[in-house]
C-alpha cells in the first residue's frame, strides 16, 4: 500500500495528554541557542569544565571492563543498579546507608522524574525553594502538582514560611524539594542552624523531604554541614550524581530512599528505562575504586575556587558606582546577580549578547512571581582571561541600560 | 542534631501517589529469581545471547571516541540526541525519514514511557495485541490508562476486533500499541495483508499506532514486510532499539515521531534524564558508520536460525503424544508454546524447575483474562545441548503433570 492510498484526514490523529500542555521548551535552552553564537562569553551554561572530566581513566577503565567483563558489560542488567557501584555510592556518603537503598539512575534528572512519579498525585502540592532548580520544576511538572514556592534568603528555606504553607491532612504538601549545597541557581547554601530547624520542623510536621545534592562536593575552603538525610534517613530522599565530579556523558546519578518508599521508585525506574547503561556503571565504579575522587575532586574545588576568585574580583571593579549586588558562594558552579532596581535581566540580555557576553535571566528559576532584576553566572567554564572581558561587557551592558 | 533528637512520628510520612498502587513489581522478574538457580536450564529470559555482542569493536570504538572527542563525549548534550547517530538510524529505515524527526531513547524501554506521558490521561483507553510486550503494559500503568486487549491471531491484530473497539469522541482510543516483527512473546509475525489492512483502517479511524521494533532485523529467511510506520509516516510512532543487534548494556533505543507530536516527546524526554549518553551514542555511531550492522547482524540471524531450529527439533521429538501446540517464527528469539487443556503454565513452572527447565508463563504478557496454558520460550541464550536437555526436561514436567 502506498502512502496516497490512505485517507486523508483534515486533522491529525494525535490527542495529546493534558500534561503534555503544561511542559514546554527550557527557557534556558532557548536563550542558550541565541547565546551560542560565535565569540560570545558564555556564563549561562549549567555545564561543568570539560578540563576536569578524567578522559585518560575513563579509557583505561573501558578497556579494562571490555577486557575483563566485556559479555556481562554489555548485557541487560539489574534495575537497581550494579552492586559494586551501589556499595560505593553508600560507602562514600558522610551517614549510615545500606547498599540496598541506592538505586542508580540515568543522571540525578531521572532521580527527579522517579520521585514525581511515585509522590505527585494531580492537583497535588508540592513546595520548592525561591529560587530553585528549572529542571526539578520540568521534571515535576507532568505529574500536574500544584508548584509552591517558599521564601528563602541566604541562609535556605525559611522554616516559619515552610511551616505556613504545609497544610494537613489530604492537601499536606508531598514534599519539600530543596537543594542545600551551593544550590542552582544562586550558589547559596543553608547554613548549619537552618538545616537543623529545618530537619526538626518537616519530622514534626510529617514533610518529606527530596533532597537534591549535585554540587555538595565542589566546596572551596570547607565541606558543607551534614546532608538533610543523615539527619532523618526515614523522612529525606536524598539524590545525588556523578555528573559534576566525574562527567555527565555518562549520565549516572543515584537515589537513596527509606525502605517504604524505595520499592516503587524501584519499579517506575524498571518501567522508564529498565536500568541504567551497565557499561557505564562498570566504568565508574572501576575508576572510583581506588580512591580516585579523593584526589581528583581537590584539583576541581581549586579550579573553581580560583575561576570564582576572579569572577568575584572583576565584579567588584567593574560593577563599582551601580547599584549591582551578588554573593560570594562557598562552592559549586554559580553566582547569582541583582541589577538595580528598576531593570530586568530578561530585557538586558539583548543588549549583553551585543557586547558578546552572555547569562541566564533569574526569572525561570521562580516557581511563583520572579524577581527580574535577577540572573544565574556560571564562573566555571570560561577562562579567567574570558570572565576579564565579559564581566566587564556586563558592566557596560548595564551602565548603558541604565542610562536609557 | 542527632536522629534520635526528631520527634518520632508514628507512621511514615510518604503519601504515594494513586498511580504508585499500580505499579507492581514485574512478574516476569520475580520468576527469573526463581529461576536463576545454579543448574537450571533457563528458556525464561528476554536477554539476547552474549555471543553475538561485538566486544572488540566496541573496544575499539571506545578508544577512538576518548581519544578524538573525549571532553565532548563526556559533557552535556542535547537533549534529541548525537546528530551522526540521529543521521544513521534515518539512513537505515526502509522509508524517508527525516533526522529532525529522530530522537534517541535511553532504550527503547523508555521510548514507550515518553509516549505514555505524552499521550495518555488517566482514563484514557489504549489498545494493545493479545498477548503483548509487559515491559509496555509497565510503562503506560503508571499514566493510569485503561489498557484494551484487542483480539489477535497468527497473522497480527484482529482489524474487525480493533473497529469495534476504538470508539469515538473522547472515549477514543489515544493510540494502538502493536509489535509486527517476531513479537515478544509470542514470536509472531504480522502479514503483509494484515498490515495493510491494519494501516487502512486505523488512517480512516483517525487511530494513531505506536510500532515497537526491537527484533525486526532478526529475520531468519527473509526480511519481513515494510514496518506500519512507512505506511503512513505521520499516523505512526515507530520506536526502534540497538539492544538486539550490538548489546542492551548500552541502553540506546531511539523514536521516530511525525513533527505533531515530536516537540511533546522531546521535552518530556528531556524532563526525564536530559539526554541519553553522549559516550554511548558515540561509540554505537562509530560501530555503525562503516556498514558494520550488514555484516555483523546475519551473524545473529544465523545463530538464532539454527537455535530455533534446534528447539522445533526437540519439541516435535519430546511433546510427542502430548497435546501440545506451538509456532514456528520467522524471526527474533521467543516461541510461544500452548499446554494441554486443563492445564496451567503457573502451576507447571516449580515442577519443571524442579526437573531443572524454566520458563515464563505466559498470563503475564495480557492485559484481560489470560490464556493460562501458555508460556514463552526463548531460544536465543541456552546451548543446543542445554535445548535438548531442557525440552526433555520440560515434556517430562509436563507428562507429569497431566498424570496428576
Redesign the interface.
Known amino acids: 500500500?502506498k502512502?496516497n492510498?490512505?485517507?486523508n484526514?483534515t486533522s491529525?490523529?494525535?490527542?495529546?495528554?493534558?500534561?503534555?500542555e503544561r511542559?514546554?521548551?527550557?527557557v534556558i535552552?532557548e536563550i542558550l541557542k541565541v547565546t551560542e553564537k560565535p565569540g560570545i562569553i558564555s556564563f549561562a551554561g549549567?555545564?561543568?569544565s570539560?578540563?576536569t572530566?578524567p578522559?585518560t581513566a575513563?579509557?583505561d577503565a573501558?578497556?579494562k571492563v571490555?577486557?575483563e567483563d566485556?559479555?556481562?558489560?554489555?548485557?541487560?542488567?539489574a534495575?537497581e543498579g550494579y552492586a559494586p557501584l551501589r556499595e560505593a555510592v553508600a560507602a562514600q556518603l558522610p551517614w549510615a546507608v545500606d547498599p540496598a537503598q541506592v538505586l542508580i539512575?540515568?543522571?540525578s534528572?531521572?532521580g527527579l522524574?522517579l520521585v514525581a512519579?511515585?509522590?505527585?498525585?494531580?492537583d497535588?502540592r508540592v513546595l520548592v525553594e525561591t529560587p530553585t532548580y528549572l529542571?526539578a520544576l520540568?521534571?515535576f511538572?507532568?505529574?500536574e502538582p500544584h508548584i509552591e514556592a517558599v521564601a528563602s534568603d541566604d541562609e535556605g528555606i525559611d522554616v516559619a514560611d515552610l511551616e505556613r504553607r504545609v497544610g494537613s491532612g489530604a492537601d499536606?504538601a508531598?514534599f519539600l524539594y530543596v537543594l542545600p549545597n551551593f544550590q542552582n541557581p544562586t550558589g547559596r547554601s543553608m547554613s548549619e542552624a537552618r538545616r537543623?530547624a529545618l530537619?526538626?520542623s518537616?519530622?514534626?510536621l510529617?514533610?518529606?523531604i527530596v533532597e537534591d545534592n549535585p554540587y555538595g562536593d565542589l566546596w572551596f575552603d570547607q565541606p558543607p554541614p551534614l546532608p538533610l538525610s543523615a539527619?532523618?534517613?526515614?523522612?529525606c530522599i536524598y539524590l545525588g550524581s556523578f555528573?559534576k565530579v566525574l562527567?555527565?556523558?555518562?549520565?549516572l546519578g543515584f537515589i537513596v530512599a527509606?525502605p517504604?518508599?524505595y520499592?516503587?521508585l524501584?519499579?517506575?525506574k524498571?518501567?522508564?528505562?529498565?536500568?541504567?547503561?551497565?557499561?557505564?556503571q562498570r566504568m565508574v565504579a572501576e575508576v572510583i575504586k581506588d580512591g580516585f575522587l579523593d584526589r581528583h575532586v581537590p584539583t576541581i574545588r581549586a579550579l573553581y575556587k580560583s575561576q570564582c576568585a576572579a569572577m568575584l574580583a572583576c565584579l567588584a571593579q567593574d560593577m563599582a558606582g551601580l547599584d549591582v549586588q551578588w554573593n560570594s558562594p562557598d562552592g559549586g558552579m554559580f553566582l547569582w546577580l541583582r541589577l538595580p532596581e528598576g531593570m530586568n535581566a530578561v530585557e538586558l540580555l539583548p543588549r549583553a549578547v551585543d557586547k558578546g557576553v552572555a547569562f541566564v535571566p533569574g526569572a525561570a528559576f521562580f516557581a511563583d512571581a520572579p524577581d527580574e532584576r535577577t540572573m544565574r553566572l556560571s564562573f566555571v567554564t570560561a577562562s579567567v582571561e574570558q570572565i576579564r572581558i565579559g564581566i566587564a561587557a556586563l558592566a557596560l551592558a548595564i551602565r548603558e541600560q541604565q542610562g536609557n
Open positions: 500500500m502512502p492510498d490512505l485517507p484526514p491529525t490523529p494525535w490527542t495529546l495528554a493534558r500534561r503534555a511542559m514546554n521548551p527550557s535552552r549549567g555545564l561543568p570539560p578540563k572530566f578522559v575513563f579509557a573501558c578497556a571490555l577486557r566485556g559479555q556481562a558489560a554489555l548485557q541487560y542488567a534495575s539512575t540515568t543522571g534528572q531521572q522524574d512519579k511515585v509522590l505527585i498525585d494531580t497535588s529542571g520540568q521534571a511538572t507532568p505529574m499536606r508531598r537543623a530537619v526538626a518537616a519530622a514534626a510529617g514533610l518529606p539527619r532523618n534517613p526515614e523522612g555528573s562527567a555527565p556523558g555518562l549520565r527509606p517504604s518508599v520499592p516503587k524501584l519499579q517506575a524498571q518501567a522508564a528505562d529498565l536500568h541504567s547503561p551497565g557499561f557505564n
